[in-house]
């Protein structure tokens, strides 16, 4: 279900463990001109992942996981660019962060995700090409076409996600594969699913909100189906045609949209002679369930028991069942890094930053009471009239 994937991490000691790493070839630029030696970024091809290296010490992940364990699988194409035309189960998906997590040496609960793709590839019983060409507007947007050789898609993009139909068959010389993919390419839009870093995507719950997210991506399309026109009646052609018209998408205001779109919905499956589309959403989610089926035996399976040698890294890491709570709150902080007692106002915005508050304000209070006391001027140490349970407080 998982596909390319952008993690960061920014680690001195992993980013020199890595470049001395005999494992992976760090390639470095040339200034054409100066014959100079660019130092960074230096970057490193490792089976369909790049790996990339900034002076910063931010180290950077890109690629598909898919392609990714179908090489490690031994699967692969004769261009040996990867393939990712079969299934990626849950199961898959496990192992894969696992396996890569122990090659990196990194900590997949600190490896933050920057993008993320996700979708399903589904075996249709129609042509997929006449599937996406039937595809009339993504919410107020009219296609735009994928490949640059040739089209094998439909693609669209919002400010915050892209979301493609494309036959993934035709792509690898297969019979009706479509693809159906979402890309987050700011994480803001994957916010509800509380999906932040690398070890998320060991969370089955976590994989279901994905999924669901997919099926209600796909629900925004406005898709034709073949239809004898001459059954509809003047109120139902006069709307059929106007909605046919996918530029109009674009000038309907966010309320005819909505009206239209029931409409339109309505006439279509009503004399829609293929059902593209309660097809193609039924398809999309026996899919989904059966990639994610493994998840009832291998929910959070990666536990990856060795001590890392990054700095950072240098704890054993834990299960990811292993559930904290902010002290103050209670809101569920397992996704922060190891040790987080409260939460994150990185991750949860500045109302986080009022649970710290409420857990030191009242010591800070107390302790500058003493210290504004002592300022004045006392004739005795008055620090062992102080209860023990209050000093252990003041020093918390």
């Not at 369930?289 to 399976?301: A, F, P, R, V, Y």
Request: charged share 30%; with cysteine.
């Amino acid at each position: 279900m998982i596909d390319f994937v952008k993690i960061a991490i920014r680690s001195p000691t992993l980013a020199k463990w890595l470049v001395e790493n005999k494992s992976f070839d760090f390639l470095v630029k040339v200034n054409e001109e100066s014959g100079e030696v660019i130092s960074f970024p230096k970057t490193a091809q490792y089976n369909s992942l790049e790996i990339t290296i900034h002076e910063s010490h931010r180290v950077e992940v890109r690629g598909s996981l898919h392609k990714f364990w179908n090489k490690i699988k031994g699967i692969d194409d004769q261009r040996n660019k990867g393939v990712n035309w079969n299934d990626f189960t849950f199961a898959d998906l496990c192992e894969c962060i696992r396996y890569l997590s122990e090659k990196l040496n990194l900590n997949p609960q600190e490896a933050r995700l920057e993008n993320v793709e996700f979708g399903v590839n589904v075996s249709t019983p129609f042509n997929p090409t006449t599937f996406y060409r039937n595809v009339i507007a993504f919410k107020d947007e009219s296609p735009g076409k994928l490949g640059k050789v040739y089209p094998l898609g439909i693609d669209f993009y919002k400010q915050q996600y892209g979301f493609k139909i494309y036959d993934k068959g035709k792509q690898y010389g297969r019979e009706n594969i479509l693809r159906i993919e979402v890309k987050a390419t700011r994480m803001e839009f994957l916010k509800e699913t509380k999906i932040l870093y690398l070890s998320d995507l060991t969370d089955i719950e976590k994989l279901r909100s994905l999924s669901v997210l997919l099926s209600e991506t796909f629900e925004e399309l406005v898709i034709d189906d073949k239809i004898n026109t001459k059954q509809l009646n003047r109120n139902e052609r006069r709307i059929y045609e106007l909605c046919k018209n996918s530029k109009m998408w674009e000038e309907f205001t966010a309320k005819q949209r909505c009206i239209y779109k029931k409409k339109f919905s309505e006439i279509v499956e009503r004399y829609g002679q293929h059902q593209w589309r309660p097809l193609t959403a039924k398809l999309i989610k026996e899919k989904c369930n059966e990639l994610l089926k493994s998840g009832n035996e291998l929910t959070n399976l990666i536990e990856i028991n060795k001590e890392c040698s990054n700095s950072s890294n240098s704890v054993l890491l834990p299960s990811l069942t292993d559930k904290r709570y902010c002290l103050t709150c209670g809101r569920d902080i397992t996704t922060q890094k190891t040790g987080s007692k409260f939460c994150s106002e990185k991750m949860f915005g500045k109302e986080a930053k009022k649970c710290r508050n409420k857990d030191s304000n009242p010591r800070n209070h107390f302790r500058y009471k003493i210290e504004k006391i002592e300022s004045r001027g006392v004739l005795f140490d008055i620090a062992p009239y102080f209860d023990s349970k209050i000093i252990l407080y003041l020093n918390t």
